[in-house]
């Protein structure tokens, strides 16, 4: 939606009196902070996904988003719900770091060890990703 010249000045306004109150890292991290809401609140998909693999793992999406443990299964959900977004549903690392609020490196780590350990039978991602490969089939007809 276009603004028109009044609400650009007043953005621009209010932007500059940010800055000056919290500083540029502030005014980023809002920014990025509302950009990940809206991707994730918004977005079927995303939503979608992070449901499925929450429901899975008995984790809240809350927690796969926001809590910084490393414990094995949380890496493991974080893991399959990048890969079905990135693979699936086409979303770049850009657009995930904002979501799981992590580097895209590592979220690309992630997508490659669910490939791989989805491949090899025997391994505990080789079962999770059949299950979630035939609900996320059942999903996109």
């Known amino acids: 939606m276009m603004a ?5 000045v007043n953005l621009v306004n ?6 000056k109150e919290i500083g540029v890292d502030g005014v980023t991290t809002l920014l990025q902070n509302a950009r990940s809401k ?5 977005d079927k998909n995303v939503e979608f996904v992070l449901k499925m693999v929450s429901n899975h793992y008995k984790r809240s999406m809350d927690e796969l988003i926001n809590t910084r443990s490393r414990d094995g299964k949380r890496r493991n959900a974080i893991g399959f719900c990048v890969y079905y977004l990135h693979n699936q549903f086409e979303y770049s690392f850009g657009q995930l770091q904002y979501v799981f609020k992590m580097d895209k490196s590592w979220l690309s780590r992630l997508n490659a060890m669910i490939k791989r350990d989805g491949k090899r039978k025997g391994s505990v991602n080789f079962e999770v990703k059949q299950k979630f490969d035939l609900i996320i089939k059942e999903y996109v007809k």
Do not use: H, I, P
């Open 4 to 8: 028109n010249s009044f609400e650009s």
């Open 38 to 42: 809206t991707l994730t609140l918004n």
């Open 14 to 19: 209010e932007l500059l009196e940010s800055l």
